[in-house]
């Protein structure tokens, strides 16, 4: 009688300490999507309204005969418009990769010609933010088979993180390595930097380092659940070292060819 009743009682302790973690994580996922869609709500509304604006002043009887007026507000749209266009794609590509339903076009590429594109890419953005980006690269080539267009958007996603996340001038760098047969890349900025904690954590869709206002930060959280699921693909690993107001590494190895 006695063991029946230990044993039953373990059964109960058990079973009430499952309910209570599944409430909480239940709780964690309930609020990680508020958030997602209060982001969501914002990154859109953003746009639409400066689309909004711009097509307003462009019929104004003052403007619309100024060509050079119409240009500018013409490009604003045309940036807003791209801008929205990025956000559909990566909510989308995340999706898509939770399923496994990504398409990847894996050729032979060399990890150092696409990553020397990428200046001229993010040029913009890194003006806006008196950023600066230093590209060291290993003297030969190194191979991969690898999909280009995501991988490139997975360092892309890296870089524009560490612009976001930085309180000074954004300084960085990009090293790549050929260790143990795998391509090694290391993306390092001097940024605001991680705690333990949150280290633990960046990797989980919706997640964000800034908890506080949800708009300080602009953006999803899905950018490094994106550099994940990416580099998964490519039958990689990628990794993260960080001390708070130091700045952050992430490393991503792929298998070279």
């Known amino acids: 009688m006695v063991s029946c ?13 499952s309910t209570i973690h599944y409430m909480l994580k239940q709780k964690k996922i309930s609020e990680m999507k508020n958030d997602f869609i209060n982001n969501m709500t914002h990154e859109f509304k953003t746009p639409i309204s400066t689309i909004s604006l711009a097509v ?15 240009n500018h507000f013409a490009d604003i749209i045309r940036k807003e ?3 929205m266009n990025k956000q559909v794609e990566s909510v989308l590509t995340t999706a898509l990769g939770e399923k496994n339903e990504l398409e990847f076009d894996k050729v032979e590429i060399d990890i150092n010609e696409l990553i020397l594109k990428i200046p001229a890419r993010m040029r ?27 991988l490139q958007n997975a360092i892309c996603n890296l870089i524009d993180n560490a612009i976001k996340y930085n309180d000074n ?49 602009k953006g999803f959280g899905i950018g490094l659940s994106y550099v994940k699921t990416i580099v998964d693909a490519h039958k990689g690993s990628v990794s993260l070292k960080s001390k708070l107001k130091q700045g952050t590494t992430i490393t991503i190895n792929i298998p070279s060819i």
């Open 56 to 70: 307003d002043s462009i019929t104004h009887p003052k403007i619309i005969g100024d060509e050079k007026q119409i």
């Open 169 to 217: 001038n954004p300084k960085i760098t990009i090293d790549t390595q050929l260790v143990n047969g795998y391509c090694e890349i290391k993306i390092t900025d001097n940024g605001i930097g991680m705690n333990n904690e949150t280290q633990k954590k960046v990797f989980d869709k919706f997640y964000r380092v800034e908890k506080g206002n949800i708009h300080t930060v």
């Open 81 to 83: 418009n791209l801008r």
């Open 124 to 150: 913009l953005q890194l003006e806006a933010h008196n950023a600066s980006l230093v590209l060291t690269l290993f003297k030969e080539k190194i191979l991969l088979l690898a999909d280009e267009m995501h």
């Open 5 to 17: 009743s230990v044993l039953f009682t373990l059964i109960i302790l058990l079973t009430f300490a």
